[in-house]
């Protein structure tokens, strides 16, 4: 993996849930809405369009795994990606299921409010559940 | 494009780009930020995820193709990336310039205050620079 190491404020906000072929996959520590976090493990990667296409696609093919699998174990009214990175500057996709009424619907997760952590045991079950489903 | 027709929120909001492979890209009406749209031409298509695997593949590859251009045109801080849809359901890719100091930065561009449009002929003169930026 060439050098890559996870950012210090991804890996203080977020609890492992596997790795992929692409990178860590992590479950944001908020409980206001399930939240999933791809980190492709590229050292220095800050832009996807800026990778070699054959990484870029793989990410791209995961993502969408990711998100179905998310969409499967909760049932969510919508899916919501995205790379933002204007904080956290190493390249990571945000992959987050939105149900209508959650917290800033239909607005965006991103900037909203404070994180609310899980309840020890909740986010494990939920990356448990995540894990499954993407080995069905 | 079996029945396809651009929602008419995403409409009202946008002036045309040009036609992709996926469909058309369209520039949000919005001074705040140099801001484009992709809309896969798929009729019924919400959540990428769901698309073939095909189909899926070069969505992916023209968001990174649009992703670098807008930064070449714009050399912009960091590229945003988001497909939410929360509100409008047809599936659309954001794709954002995003720069230090602008309008909510480092938060997000969605759901933040009230569209600003362009002076006449303004998003005109962006959507041919990035036109001339995917042709090269």
Redesign the interface.
Known sequence: MNGFELDQRLAGDTLPVTMLESGPLLVMNDRRWPWLILVPAFAGA?????LD?DA??RI??ET??V??AL?RVTNC???????????V?QLHIHIVA?SEGDA?????V??YGARVPYETGDAHQFADRIKAALER
């Open positions: 800050v832009e996807l369009h800026e296409a870029a696609r791209h093919q969408d795994l998100a179905a969409k009214t919508k899916i919501n990606t995205g790379a933002l990175g204007n904080m500057r939105r800033n619907w239909p607005g965006p991103w900037g």
